[in-house]
């Protein structure tokens, strides 16, 4: 198992343009999300159509690689090859980096994901310890008195309670300030004293009569002090380190070299932790209720308006990574308001998606695609949906609006009965405990919830069922170098071709010798200058410098994919072979210019077809080899990948023969 996760990291760092480009990097539940230097230099195809890797997505700022729900075991492995035994983060002693332009939308995103996506795992798993054992007082199994339930609810409010030391410890990182000092800010800020002081009766009021009216606990250096509790926020601690780290800058050039050590840490704080609790502390805190306010009035304006849109759209959000512009948002709700009616709109999601997928196993005839549903079924269950989505149901396109549509009408019911979320919890089976209303001692919220999770389950399954069928056979002939293989017809493939569908088969894999595309020299892969071909990480194949620069079909094939660019193209061949042309080394700098494209992705073309025409002597002027590998992408689905020819070609010349395992 360690074996096939090291050469999967391997391959995932080789194209992500190796070690020398990657920033950094972290994981969340299902996906690794690196910071590369310059993503133009990362394999993205490639990677996408590596054995392992469910999808790639370029979204907030990151380059996201979905695993799975073993992403865990690739994220060491990945670290390892990285030579890192922790993830990389930014040294207090040195300057950052300057930060690549982004848009506003996708610095907040990678803002919010990197404050949030460290601790969601134990603030989930804390949340659903607190629901369980809410439920267990509701039935009477254990009360607030006894021993069991004081330990195991310490353990549960361990991270809700403390979320400000948290936060400041993440919100340290993001901002490239020292993580002991994050910390330091939000203990200070929940500091018992401070909180015992906040509970008070305060000597005055300032802004009486308005919505800020508070209360003043006591002066610091004659400055009215507007003490809150912070114990469970958000947005204070993570504000008091973004202002943290100007500080910190500014710390570090005036102070002396002999002093930086103790002195730094010394002025950010006492600059810092003063001004949190006179301005910075009390404005945010303001914030976030009207925050909370806000989307209490957006959910009551037309209840089940935003729960059908928030439900339908949420696995659209979640695809991109825009879901963690609303995650914060339920978070800060649950923290300031009490509850939160935001996820509410969205938990049937997964239950939709989850029960797609039973319904296409029950219906299919296809064997591979049962296999990968049940796994896809039991990750769904406990709430993590991206191996249903980009393994099974996104590819397919009907089945994912399917559980778009169930799960729109799940949000819509449950906006609809009111429902609203009283502790973190996650999704799947787990997130019910999040329902219970600890403050009235009643689970009936738990139960509705069931009721729309049913409902939902009960509209994809339904629908799915009816509608899905595995695509309609066609025989294909496929036209080879040396003669025609034909072979009997299986299930087919949709493939969209931007307005028309085109039915492609998609047959067993055959035995097949493939002509080349292309006129040159025949080169070695080995002797390749591009260790991701050189190595046969992507595959075993042959390399050809071409004379001349137009590049055909060697056979009647699907286009699987052309680079935006047009350096690189992947066809799949009726044979059920899968070659990766790729046009020169390093050629995707040039973006696009010599290079013109005659077919798009979803094509399907005939033997002899032009597909690319490239300028020879541009790209050599622009400094760039012309070597061109041709990768078969699906080697490993075969026992044998056999060069024929290791001198000149002419197109259509036997250039490689595939034989199945």
Known sequence: MAGKYESLAKTIIDNVGGKSNVESLAHCVTRLRFKLKDESKANTEILKKTDGILAVIQSGGQYQVVIGNHVPDVFKEVMAGLGLTIAPSNDAEQEAEPEKKQNLLNRFIDMISGLFTPILSVLIATGILKGVLALLIALGVLTKADGTYQIFQAIGDSV????????????????????????????????????????????????????????????????????????????????????????????????????????????????????????????????????????????????????????????????????????????????????????????????????????????????????????????????????????????????????????????????????????????????????????????????????????????????????????????????????????????????????????????????????????????????VDDEAFSSEAMGKGIAILPTEGKLYAPADALVETVYWSGHAIILTFDSGAQMLVHIGKDTVKMKGDGFSTKVKAGDRVTKGQLLIEFDIDKIKKAGYSIVTPLIIVNTFDYKEVIGLNDTVVNYNDALIQVIPN
């Open 160 to 527: 809700m309670y403390f979320l400000p030391i948290f936060l400041g410890f993440t919100a340290a990182k993001k901002f490239k300030v020292s993580e002991f000092t994050g910390i330091a800010i939000g203990a200070a800020m929940i500091y018992p004293a401070i909180i015992t002081a906040a509970a008070g009766e305060g000597v005055s009021k300032l802004f009486i009569g308005t919505v800020f009216e508070s209360k003043v606990i006591f002066d610091f250096m004659g400055i009215p002090v507007m003490l809150l509790n912070y114990s469970s926020t958000v947005v204070p601690v993570i504000v008091a380190v973004w202002f943290a780290s100007k500080i910190e800058k500014w710390a570090k050039k005036i102070s002396p070299s002999v002093i930086k050590m103790f002195f730094v840490p010394l002025v950010t704080l006492i600059i810092t932790i003063p001004l949190t609790f006179i301005v910075i502390g009390p404005i945010t805190t303001w914030a976030s209720n009207l925050i909370g306010q806000g989307s209490l009035v957006l959910s009551h304006f037309s209840p089940i308006l935003f729960g059908f849109l928030l439900g339908g759209f949420w696995q659209v959000f979640v695809m991109f990574g825009l879901h963690w512009g609303i995650i914060p948002i339920a978070i800060n709700n649950t923290m300031t308001l009490g509850y939160d009616t935001i996820l509410p709109a969205i938990f049937s999601a997964t239950f939709a998606q989850t029960a797609v997928v039973l319904a296409m196993y029950f219906k299919t005839k296809d064997k591979k695609l049962k296999s990968i549903a049940i796994p896809a079924m039991f990750s769904g269950i406990f709430g993590v949906t991206e191996p249903a989505i980009y393994g099974i149901t996104l590819p397919r396109k009907k089945p994912f609006i399917i559980s778009c549509i169930a799960a729109a009408v799940g949000g819509a019911g449950a906006m609809t009965l009111g429902l609203k979320l009283y502790g973190l919890s996650g999704m799947g089976i787990f997130g019910f405990a999040g329902y219970i209303d600890t403050a009235n001692n009643t689970i009936t919220p738990v139960i509705e919830m069931i009721g729309v999770a049913v409902v939902t389950i009960v509209i994809a399954f339904v629908i799915t069922y009816v509608l899905y069928k595995d695509d309609v056979p066609v025989a294909v002939t496929e036209a080879t170098a040396s003669g025609s293989v034909n072979s009997a017809p299986t299930p087919s493939t949709a493939v969209s071709t931007g307005g028309a569908e085109v039915v492609v088969a998609t047959l067993p894999l055959q035995e097949a010798i493939i002509g080349s595309p292309l006129q040159g020299e025949v080169v070695k892969l080995a002797d």
